[in-house]
T-cell receptor, first 115, second 114 residues
Framework: KAGVTQTPRYLIKTRGQQVTLSCSPI?????VSWYQQTPGQGLQFLFE???????NKGNFPGRFSGRQFSNSRSEMNVSTLELGDSALYLC??????????????FGPGTRLTVL | GDSVTQMEGPVTLSEEAFLTINCTYT??????LFWYVQYPGEGLQLLLK?????DKGSNKGFEATYRKETTSFHLEKGSVQVSDSAVYFC?????????????FGQGTELSVKP
């Protein structure tokens, strides 16, 4: 089974721009979660999508948004980029239901640099 | 709120030494507990998990036991190798309509010298 894939792997943007990151989950997984990883704040939960609906949300400003498509692929968008948005953005997929619903598998991440 | 605390790193060991990375948690409900590992330039890999009290998770020589009485989930390995050098994250997921949410500790960097 193919793992979680994320595109692009690296991005460089300037302040004020917006960016879209993409995540393809493991086949059969219906839940996709997004996390931000920074040296200062560590790993922080952004949001989770399940069957095209946002099921859970972390404590991030409205500039961070996401969506999920019918094939479970997910995108996250960050508008009006700030320097502090520079981070590794990780996507994780899981079945989303049943006894393994909270076992998540991570992609390699997208490294976003904001200049 | 829910939280995870790990011992601070970096931890530096010689090859074949015994490893312990401490992890304690605070949670409402009945959390599942995980250890993830991150190698340089990569995402997180699930190392092991435990879903209820007294469960022992194990994988690749690593072990951790879910101790509800001490709210701990310490990671151990009897004999580390250079290839174990990485950052290790302890995490919890609480079982109530938060299926997609993991709360992570700050990570512990392990460096194994030959």
């Amino acid at each position: 089974k193919a793992g979680v894939t994320q595109t692009p792997r690296y991005l460089i943007k300037t302040r004020g721009q917006q960016v879209t990151l993409s995540c393809s989950p493991i086949s059969g997984h219906r839940s996709v979660s997004w996390y931000q990883q920074t040296p200062g704040q560590g790993l922080q939960f952004l949001f989770e999508y399940f069957s095209e609906t946002q099921r859970n949300k972390g404590n991030f400003p409205g500039r961070f948004s996401g969506r999920q498509f019918s094939n479970s692929r997910s995108e996250m968008n960050v508008s009006t980029l700030e320097l502090g948005d520079s981070a590794l953005y990780l996507c994780a997929s899981s079945q989303g239901t049943g006894s393994s619903y909270n076992e998540q598998f991570f992609g390699p991440g997208t490294r976003l640099t904001v200049l | 709120g829910d939280s995870v605390t790990q011992m601070e790193g970096p931890v530096t060991l010689s090859e074949e030494a015994f490893l312990t990375i401490n992890c304690t948690y605070t949670a409402t409900g009945y959390p599942s507990l995980f250890w993830y590992v991150q190698y340089p330039g990569e995402g997180l890999q699930l190392l092991l998990k435990a879903t209820k009290a007294d469960d022992k998770g194990s994988n690749k020589g690593f072990e951790a036991t879910y101790r509800k009485e001490t709210t701990s989930f310490h990671l151990e390995k009897g004999s580390v190798q250079v290839s174990d050098s990485a950052v290790y994250f302890c995490a919890l997921s609480v079982e109530y309509n938060q299926g997609g949410k993991l709360i992570f500790g700050q990570g512990t960097e392990l460096s194994v010298k030959p």
